[in-house]
């Protein structure tokens, strides 16, 4: 008689990916929640404070934040959107890249003020009404992460890499993702997801 517990075994490395890429792109709020969860959040007792509104994934936002705010604490602490991840804090590992009116920006370098009037898009909000965006799709297929904490910032280089015209071949690739840094070493694959995703992309 079988054990019980052998189905669990049968989980496969990429179903994991796939339910996990499903999860940070469902993750994106309703506008009203993320006015609640802006609004539940005190601003500092000392700084600037400043109002900002600006598109964040197709929503309108209004915030009081703090002058001093960073892109990515105000994303993180004030939206609740955590796909872009802190890692150094100094705009060298690209793990908080967003696109600010359509071009990638280090939020962690970003002044939060500076994205007044303008459009904010995270890897929250790149899923289409089909399901997964091709490049997520592409960094399932070959496997383009291992621990997974760059992957949201890889994902929104590339899409940007591509629409910026430097996915045309892979040391081009290269080139213009060198800022977004892999420390568990998966550039293999993410080039390789990059390369499959570009024509969908450039035809859309």
């Given amino acids: 008689m079988s054990d019980p517990d052998d189905r669990f075994l049968e989980i496969t490395r990429r179903q994991v990916l796939e339910t996990g890429m499903v999860v940070t792109v469902s993750g994106i709020l309703p506008v009203t929640a993320l006015a609640q969860a802006s609004n ?4 500092p007792e000392n700084g600037v404070t400043v109002q900002v509104s600006f598109q964040i994934n197709g929503h309108p936002m209004a915030l009081d934040i703090d002058g001093r705010a960073s892109l990515l604490d105000m994303l993180r602490e004030r939206l609740g959107l955590v796909g872009a991840k802190k890692g150094c804090d100094h705009g060298q590992c690209g793990a908080c890249t967003v696109h600010v ?3 990638r920006v280090a939020s962690c370098l970003t002044l939060a003020a500076k994205v007044d009037g303008r459009e904010v898009t995270t890897i929250e909000g790149i899923d289409g009404a089909d399901g997964l965006h091709p490049m997520q799709q592409a960094f399932i297929d070959h496997d383009a992460l291992q621990c997974g904490y760059c992957t949201p910032g890889q994902i929104m280089a590339a899409i940007a890499c591509v629409k910026e015209g430097h996915a045309s071949t892979p040391e081009d690739i290269r080139e213009y993702m060198s ?9 293999v694959g993410i080039v390789a997801a990059i390369e499959q995703a570009a024509p969908q992309i450039e035809r859309g």
């Fill in 179 to 187: 800022g977004n840094i892999c420390r568990c070493g998966a550039y």
């Fill in 40 to 43: 539940s959040q005190p601003l």
């Fill in 101 to 103: 009116d359509g071009r």
